[in-house]
């Protein structure tokens, strides 16, 4: 792992960097990343205005990861924070479309935002899902709603993707990566099944 002050870049970073450079890519990979810098952007804003401290921002193979001290902020600012970064994208997307006309970083920012509003553990919308459940019920009961949003999303996500797959006899790279977000809930489930 490479670090330069709070930045730390993991080698799975670099090496699905490359790959994506070798598999061609191309322009949209350098989109890709600028549209994540400003997702990143957007909630280290939300954590700067909110009080929050920032100890550290690490790229993976699996995207960014914030690591912020948010203990002592309200279940409502730490929404806002959360959401922040997706509504950069959101703005970004509607500014290149209909503004500017550049469709591609529109449409790259459209993805990058709603992708990240799934309500899916490790997504932005599965933590704002569980602040909001927290703040209301609590966060047991917020542990039980999200396993079972996640998993109900997961599931969709993996019909819909095997749906296209069969539609169209091609992308069942997006079947293996919808399953990729379905396995990790499983074991949650049989957990609260068998506890």
């Avoid at 169209?168 to 074991?187: C, D, E, N, S, Y």
Wanted: positive net charge; hydrophobic residues 55%; charged residues 10%.
């Amino acid at each position: 792992m490479c670090r330069l002050g709070k930045l730390e870049v993991g080698w799975g970073f670099l090496v699905l960097a490359v790959m994506a450079l070798i598999v061609g890519a191309g322009p949209v990979l350098p989109m890709t990343v600028l549209a994540a810098l400003c997702h990143e952007g957007g909630h280290l804003a939300g954590l700067r205005l909110a009080g929050a401290r920032v100890e550290a921002v690490r790229l993976t193979a699996f995207g960014a990861e914030i690591r912020a001290d948010t203990r002592y902020l309200p279940y409502g600012r730490e929404i806002l924070c959360t959401l922040a970064g997706p509504a950069v994208n959101l703005v970004l997307a509607l500014l290149f479309a209909r503004a500017l006309g550049w469709y591609l970083p529109a449409g790259v920012n459209l993805f990058l935002g709603c992708f990240n509003l799934l309500p899916l553990p490790g997504l932005d919308g599965g933590r704002a899902l569980y602040l909001g459940v927290s703040w209301l019920a609590g966060p047991e009961a917020a542990d039980r709603v999200c396993r079972w949003v996640g998993l109900v999303c997961a599931g969709g996500l993996c019909a819909g993707t095997l749906y296209l797959a069969a539609l169209h006899h091609t992308g069942l790279f997006l079947f293996i990566a919808a399953l990729g977000a379905l396995f990790p809930q499983l074991p949650l489930v049989k957990r609260r099944q068998t506890g």
